[in-house]
């Protein structure tokens, strides 16, 4: 039996739960792959299992950083290298999630940036896009590395900023200056991909929305607004929180916004598929 299983697909077709069944039967820890289960206090709209739904399970990679603070797949990368050296060395470990950039560093290795970071510069280039706007920032970077704007939205004002930063403190673009770290997971592994009919899976998003909003995400967002969360932070911009929102600030009505919810949920789950059919060797499954 492989040391590592992976258990990856679109949201909401039934990921957390099936690691947890699996996790029982092989006495193993689970580990998140989902790049917004890291920020603390975002519980309902991320989907984050309940202690109760764990069922006595350890999960890791979850509740790490406040949602004011970034958080790269270099940090997540290095987050798990250690659990795998230290608390969880030799033991069965499953990886659950549809974070598709976090399966790719841990299945492929990371490409880590040559240069250093540079706060000042951060904090010009973050006040630059509150001024200007995020997409007057990243005109700014097409217009200096043309292959990272295309790869890069524009809304994703981290990724941008970095782009914008290694260009400004070496003079040459992020991807010429990359390179590539082995695989911390080695050969070991098992995948296990998991899928639904499409209409069973919008049908299930649909009312998983739905959820959300009885369980309190309105709620959950001005919490987060309180606590000095703004649109810019990385964090605000998943489906859900943008929304809300948005609906908050009176760019529309709720009913609106969940309707955004749900088409943006939907088309998320369909760049997960494209994304995982491009993995190999993965055992699709009927969850």
């Known amino acids: 039996m492989s040391t590592s299983t992976l258990i990856l697909g679109p949201t909401g077709v039934g990921k957390s739960e099936y690691a947890v069944r699996l996790a029982l039967e092989q006495n193993a820890a689970i580990v998140s792959v989902d790049a917004l289960q890291v920020y603390k206090k975002m519980n309902i709209g991320t989907a984050k299992l309940s202690m109760a739904q764990r069922q006595g399970v350890p999960h890791y990679a979850i509740d790490l950083v406040e949602p004011t603070q970034e958080f790269s797949v270099a940090d997540y990368v290095r987050y ?94 992020i991807s010429a200056q990359q390179r590539r770290k082995p695989s911390i997971l080695g050969t070991d592994y098992r995948l296990i991909g998991l899928t639904l009919p499409r209409p069973e899976l919008y049908a299930r998003l649909d009312r998983r929305v739905e959820a959300m909003l009885e369980h309190g995400l309105v709620a959950e967002v001005k919490g987060l607004l309180a606590l000095g969360c703004t649109a810019e932070l990385s964090s605000m911009q998943a489906i859900g929180y943008k929304e809300i929102i948005a609906h908050l600030r009176g760019d529309y009505a709720l009913d609106a916004a969940v309707a955004a919810i749900k088409q943006k949920t939907r088309n998320f789950a369909k760049r997960q598929y494209t994304w995982f059919r491009a993995f190999q060797d993965v055992e699709w499954r009927v969850n």
């Open 80 to 173: 798990v290298e250690n659990l795998l050296r230290g608390e969880l060395a030799g033991r069965r470990v499953i990886f659950c999630g549809g974070t598709g950039f976090y399966y790719n560093a841990l299945l492929k290795g990371l490409g880590l940036p040559l240069a250093a970071k540079d706060e000042a510069l951060r904090q010009k280039l973050r006040k630059q896009a509150e001024e200007k706007g995020r997409e007057w920032l990243w005109r700014e970077l097409q217009k200096v590395d043309e292959p990272s704007a295309a790869k890069i939205h524009a809304h994703d004002v981290f990724r941008v900023i970095r782009a914008l930063e290694v260009y400004a403190l070496t003079g040459r673009k």
